[in-house]
């Protein structure tokens, strides 16, 4: 049973180009999240997408955008990357449309680095 | 201010010993809490949820104070395998771990031999 998996586990940019990392949630689980861990501190909500839709967004600017394919994926895109978006992205999911785990899992996450 | 605040340490502490991390949140609509282990350079993983009765796995009891807004996470016997980052999370929207999650900062375990 194939857990959460992320790519790229690592990404080298600079400052004004656009970056696309992905996810593939846990096997049976619909909903994906996506979070940003910056070094030495907690993760960060970025938003949520469930039926292909955006359901919840934390306090990001627009920069960061996000989609859901049909069959649960999902990907985040920042454009115009900023130094202060290196940082180690997470992607959480779990199900919404019943089932018994209620409980959000995390994939490995893609360090990103912007120079 | 943080809505989620902890204490960053490190914690220090020798195999055996007991250790208690402390947590306090801001938002008093908050409806669920847990306690997730980080391992360096590793995703976060749930270690326990926390009921306002109080909740025990093996070594690890969780406490939760809604009056004070404040949680605990007690290890006893600590072994080295317990060194890693204990991030206190809360769950404003939801009773649930289903929803937007409200990392604190984290704090850091190292037990020596």
């Known amino acids: 049973d194939a857990g959460v998996t992320q790519s790229p586990t690592h990404l080298i940019k600079t400052r004004g180009q656009q970056v696309t990392l992905r996810c593939s949630p846990k096997s049976g689980h619909d909903t994906v999240s996506w979070y940003q861990q910056a070094l030495g501190q907690g993760p960060q909500f970025i938003f949520q997408y469930y039926e292909e839709e955006e359901r919840q967004r934390g306090n990001f600017p627009d920069r960061f955008s996000g989609h859901q394919f049909p069959n649960y994926s999902s990907e985040l895109n920042v454009n115009a990357l900023l130094l202060g978006d290196s940082a180690l992205y997470l992607c959480a999911s779990v199900s919404l449309a019943g089932g018994t785990e209620e409980t959000q899992y995390f994939g490995p996450g893609t360090r990103l680095l912007v120079l | 201010r943080k809505e989620v605040e902890q204490d960053p340490g490190p914690f220090n502490v020798p195999e055996g010993a007991t250790v208690a991390f402390n947590c306090t949140y801001s938002n008093s609509a908050s409806q669920s809490f847990f306690w997730y282990r980080q391992d360096c350079r590793k995703e976060p993983k749930l270690l326990m949820s926390?009921?306002?009765s109080g909740n025990e796995d093996g070594r690890f009891t969780a406490q939760l104070n809604r009056a004070s807004q404040y949680i605990s996470l007690l290890i006893r016997d600590s072994k080295l395998s317990d060194s890693a980052t204990y991030l206190c999370v809360v769950n404003t929207h939801g009773s649930s771990n289903t929803g937007k999650l409200i990392f604190g900062q984290g704090t850091t375990l190292q037990v020596k031999p």
């Open positions: 926390v009921y306002s």
